[in-house]
């Protein structure tokens, strides 16, 4: 499985002859200026316009002096340099143990409950059967979605070769992707272009032909099967030694599962093998799908050249779910309750994701910045209630005036 934003369904930010593919589009231009624009959820999203110039194309534009813009600009990296300073002492003043040996320690435990869960599957009783699939199935996200996510960050080690190293064995050898387009649709585009129409905007995740059940409920089953082959698509961007080097990592992952259920967990036939590879694989798709579209579509969205600086664009196009056991463990924090804190400072792990939370959210609030938080609960009826305005038609721009 694919780190976020590295979509099964269709890459659009593929780097092509060292471009970035999809010309961002500038959708919504004639809707009036956001002076008060929120989330589709706002009792519990905040994001107001009001008193900050935003944007560095906006002053000649809109008339306004030809400082204001720059000045700003100014305010907002000041802003950045203050938290990265608050958060960079508690880096320092944190343990190794603190930094990646706790993320790595749950990605161990995971490689150690393997061998109880292809034990559990050679019962004939269903209880027994049962706890096999949900631990080979959590153990499996562990790896791919985690172990993935951490890897494409660098954020398991301070070593760029082990990094590199941990890179392939998650995101090719575990999730059957390519390293190089996983990391460059996720880490440069999603996290360079976060809400930035035809970039970072998540809409790689969309699928308009499909009607909200099938989509939010039934499609994610296919996530194992598209994955690969959209891999595979892929393949065609890069070198011919990542290539290959993929295609072995990714045959090596499929077949020691499949080998494993054979001859361990005592399946007889092939199709019996598949079939238990692909509901355990499946397992927690529909988390993961949901996860993704829940904390950045209905967000504000911006054009290329009309986005606000890093902070703001952070605060106001991302947003957190809360802590929940099962998805903080398979996922890890920076994808569910420290998402924000994750966009803001991506290189940090889970754990100090975890962390720094309370200085990010106090901060940003303290300078009355948005700092979006809302249930999964809450998001899903969103979604299945605005599915069309969210997921088939063309988000508008968000012409930001100001922000307070």
């Known amino acids: 499985m694919p780190v976020e934003n590295g979509d099964p369904a269709g890459q659009r930010g593929q780097q092509v002859n060292g471009e970035v593919g999809g010309t961002p589009r500038h959708r919504g231009r004639g809707d009036p200026l956001l002076r008060d624009t929120t989330a589709p ?34 305010q907002e990296e000041a802003l950045m340099t203050e938290l990265s300073e608050l958060v960079q002492k ?17 990605l161990a435990c995971s490689f150690l409950l393997l061998p109880a869960g292809f034990l559990c599957l050679r019962s004939a009783q269903t209880i027994p059967f ?21 890897a ?29 387009q996983a990391t460059y649709n996720h880490v440069k585009i ?28 039934i499609a994610p089953l296919a996530v194992p099967i598209l994955t690969p082959l959209v891999a595979l698509d892929l393949l065609r961007n ?27 967990s ?17 397992l927690l798709a529909h988390p993961y799908i949901h996860v993704n579209i829940f904390q950045h579509i209905g967000l504000p969205m911006f054009a290329a050249d009309r986005k606000p600086k890093r902070i703001h664009l952070m605060s106001l196009g991302v947003l957190n779910l809360p802590r929940n056991a099962l998805l903080d463990w398979s996922f890890g924090h920076s994808l569910i309750s420290c998402h924000v804190e994750h966009h803001l400072f991506p290189s940090l792990s889970d ?30 009826h969103l979604f299945l209630q605005r599915y069309e305005e969210l997921m088939v038609h063309a988000p508008p721009i968000t012409e930001l005036v100001g922000i307070q």
Not at 362 to 380: A, F, I, M, W
């Open 41 to 74: 959820d706002s009792s519990k999203t905040e994001v107001m316009a009001v008193g900050w110039e935003a944007g560095p194309a906006l002053g000649d534009e809109d008339g306004t002096p030809g400082g204001a813009p720059q000045r700003a600009g100014q």
């Open 90 to 106: 508690v880096v320092k003043s944190s343990s190794w143990w603190e930094r990646h040996g706790v993320d790595i320690s749950i």
């Open 130 to 150: 049962l706890v096999g699939v949900l631990i080979l199935g959590v153990v499996h996200h562990t790896l791919t979605v985690k172990g993935s996510h951490l």
């Open 152 to 180: 494409s960050h660098n954020a398991l080690t301070e070593s760029k070769s082990w990094g590199k190293v941990w890179a392939i064995f998650f995101i090719e050898l575990c999730s059957a992707f390519t390293v190089e």
């Open 190 to 217: 999603h996290h360079g272009y976060t809400n930035v129409i035809g970039l970072g905007d998540s809409s790689t995740w969309k699928l308009p032909f499909l009607n909200r059940y099938v989509y939010m409920f």
């Open 238 to 264: 890069v070198k011919w030694k990542a290539a290959l080097r993929t295609l072995c990592c990714m045959f090596l992952g499929f077949y020691c599962h499949y080998w494993l259920l054979l001859h361990v």
């Open 266 to 282: 005592g399946f007889q036939s092939p199709w019996s093998a598949l079939l238990c590879m692909l509901l355990t694989r499946s």
């Open 351 to 380: 754990n100090m994701c975890l962390k720094i939370k309370p200085i990010v959210s106090q901060y940003l609030k303290q300078k009355k910045l948005p700092y979006n938080e809302d249930t999964y609960g809450s998001r899903l």
